[in-house]
């Protein structure tokens, strides 16, 4: 197992001592949380082309997953209160 996804697993864990286990929409959205975690701790960069490169993709394009996290981010209902 790569380091990556030793380090998402670990994140997700975390997550989800704190949240419990969502169903639907939020498992979709803690999924994605916890990519764009894991790509900032492993670039140690912000910037979405660098998070890309460091996150677990499963094979995903870079652009794609680039567009869904600036979805994610741009979303009105992801605030820093959440």
């Given at each position: 197992m790569s380091d990556t996804y030793r380090r998402y697993r670990a994140i997700k864990e975390a997550l989800a001592q704190?949240?419990?286990?969502?169903q639907g929409h939020h498992a979709r959205y803690l999924e994605t949380l916890t990519a764009l975690i894991?790509?900032?701790?492993?670039?140690?960069?912000?910037?979405?082309?660098?998070i890309a490169d460091h996150a677990p993709g499963r094979g995903a394009v870079q652009e794609s997953l680039i567009m869904r996290y600036r979805r994610w981010l741009q979303n009105e209902n992801t605030t820093l209160e959440q």
């Open positions: 704190c949240f419990g286990q969502p894991c790509g900032i701790v492993g670039s140690r960069h912000v910037h979405l082309p660098k």
